[in-house]
């Protein structure tokens, strides 16, 4: 799925704010003279009709209400899509896989890459245990 240098603007927005945002509340605190009201609007709309953000409350302002949004998938996740998409060739997976995790080209780069990628999967499990101890 592609992203327009504008929707990509504002889904970086939201996946770097932890909390559900409202367009108000995203017209307050995005900076850049690109955006306005209606700018924002039709953006989160685009995005909500690619399933990329999701509706997850509504909060009143003064006499009105307003619908809250959070992303429906993560960074990690749409740029995994976005890879898997272009239909790119395992091996240029696997360079990239090693050079993210700063992994060298040859030699124990298999060996490296295991190993970080077993790190990861317990910080994973760190954090669902503590999501689920909440």
Same mark, same amino acid.
């Given at each position: 799925?592609?992203?327009?240098?504008?929707?990509?603007?504002?889904?970086?927005?939201?996946?770097?704010?932890?909390?559900?945002?409202?367009?108000?509340?995203?017209?307050?605190?995005?900076?850049?003279?690109?955006?306005?009201?209606?700018?924002?609007?039709?953006?989160?709309?685009?995005?909500?009709?690619?399933?990329?953000?999701? $509706? $997850?409350?509504?909060?009143?302002?003064?006499?009105? %209400?307003?619908?809250?949004?959070?992303?429906?998938?993560?960074?990690?996740?749409? %740029?995994?899509? %976005?890879?898997?998409?272009?239909?790119?060739?395992?091996?240029?997976?696997?360079?990239?896989?090693?050079? $993210?995790?700063?992994?060298?080209?040859?030699?124990?780069?298999?060996?490296?890459?295991?190993?970080?990628?077993?790190?990861?999967?317990?910080?994973?499990?760190?954090?669902?245990?503590? $999501?689920?101890?909440?």
């Amino acid at each position: 799925m592609y992203l327009s240098k504008r929707e990509e603007l504002l889904m970086d927005f939201f996946w770097s704010n932890e909390k559900p945002l409202t367009s108000d509340e995203v017209e307050k605190n995005l900076i850049g003279e690109e955006w306005n009201h209606a700018a924002i609007f039709r953006t989160i709309k685009k995005l909500e009709e690619k399933k990329l953000l999701k $509706v $997850v409350g509504v909060e009143r302002h003064n006499k009105q %209400y307003a619908r809250q949004f959070l992303p429906a998938i993560s960074q990690e996740e749409y %740029y995994s899509n %976005y890879l898997l998409e272009k239909r790119m060739p395992q091996r240029v997976l696997e360079k990239i896989s090693a050079a $993210v995790l700063g992994v060298g080209e040859k030699g124990s780069a298999n060996e490296e890459v295991i190993e970080r990628l077993e790190q990861i999967i317990e910080e994973m499990k760190k954090e669902g245990e503590n $999501v689920e101890d909440k």
